[in-house]
């Protein structure tokens, strides 16, 4: 094929209507300045803004969605588990979560902790790999006797369990979640080691499609496979607890993270019942018109 010099030399130009505003301006304004100013202040910071604002994930988003999805379309009874209570925080808001949206009678939300703030690392895969920045020994000590008081002032349809997760995940309480069935286990126990501990107890108590939620995935390590909450992922998903075990990224809930899990074992006894087949699962599409239009 035959070029002129000048066109062998040229890149194609990026004909996107943002780098043709970005051509024009920096036609209009002089000086390197100038033109960086107005880039960083006028152009960056807004798209950055936006992008951020309609994509960041928010972590009390999914209570609703999760308490609204079994709420509209599954029968029974259920229970919320956190593990990682400190003060209370997020576990205060799950309870009203459940009054807000009328299922107080209907989920149990339940809330794990030493009370004595977080242990000694047990396992290099709880280490701080990028500053060598983590946990000491006793951080985020919650207060279990205020905690107590106000949810007894304020909600019924909560237990609060205080000890280490080895020792209050009781085989009596195991077996409530039989008729409780957990739709949403809730890790913020920041290290590797804790959070294994609670799947090596509860793995075999879950039902399929059970919403799971690690509050530190990507923000240890960047969410390396070789520590933390990620790596617990990883193993699960290598066959840890068995190969018929899957931890399922739910992009709907997790947004731009990998926080959100659904709980996959196949042929698991333990399942949800619905209230009715859905209509979209029952319906086949008429003909209407031959538009993209439906
Ligand atoms: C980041 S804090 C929890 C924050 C809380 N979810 C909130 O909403 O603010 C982590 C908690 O996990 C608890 N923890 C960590 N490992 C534990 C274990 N093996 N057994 C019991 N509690 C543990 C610590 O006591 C600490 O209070």
Redesign the pocket.
């Known amino acids: 094929m035959d070029f002129r010099a000048d066109e062998k030399d040229s890149y194609p130009i990026n004909p996107s209507p943002l780098m043709t505003i970005l051509r024009l301006f920096s036609k209009l304004l002089p000086g390197n300045y100038l033109k960086t100013l107005f880039y960083l202040n006028l152009i960056e910071k807004p798209r950055r803004l936006l992008r951020l604002s309609l994509t960041t994930f928010y972590r009390m988003d999914h209570i609703y969605a999760v308490l609204k999805e079994f709420k509209h379309h599954y029968k029974g009874n259920f229970s919320i588990l ?10 205060t ?1 799950m309870l009203y979560a459940t009054k807000y949206l009328n299922m107080a009678d209907r989920v149990i939300v339940h ?9 000694s690392p047990a396992d290099e895969k709880d280490q701080d790999l990028i500053a060598n920045d983590s ?1 000491v020994e006793g ?4 207060r279990y006797e205020e905690l107590e008081e106000y949810c007894s002032n304020h909600y019924k349809n909560y237990q609060i369990h205080k ?4 020792e ?1 995940l009781t085989e009596g309480l195991l077996s409530s979640f039989k008729t409780h069935l957990p739709i949403l286990v ?1 890790i ?4 590797y ?2 959070a294994r ?2 799947f090596e107890k509860l793995i075999f108590c879950l039902p399929n499609g059970c919403v799971i939620y690690f ?2 995935y990507e923000q240890f390590n960047f969410g390396s496979r070789f520590t933390g909450e990620a790596r617990l992922v990883y193993e699960i998903n290598h066959g840890l607890f068995g190969d018929d075990i899957e931890l399922v990224l739910d992009s709907n809930l997790s947004l731009n993270t990998k926080r959100i899990y659904r709980f996959i074992r196949c042929k698991s006894p333990i399942q949800y019942e619905k209230l009715s087949r859905d209509s979209w699962t029952t319906q086949v599409h008429k003909r209407t018109n031959d538009s993209p239009l439906p």
Do not use: H, I, L
């Open positions: 956190e593990f990682g209570t400190s003060d209370g925080y997020a576990f808001k809330t794990f902790d030493s009370f004595k703030g977080m242990p946990w951080q985020f000590r919650g000890g280490y997760f080895n209050t809730w913020d126990c920041d290290y080691s804790s501990t609670v509050d530190e």
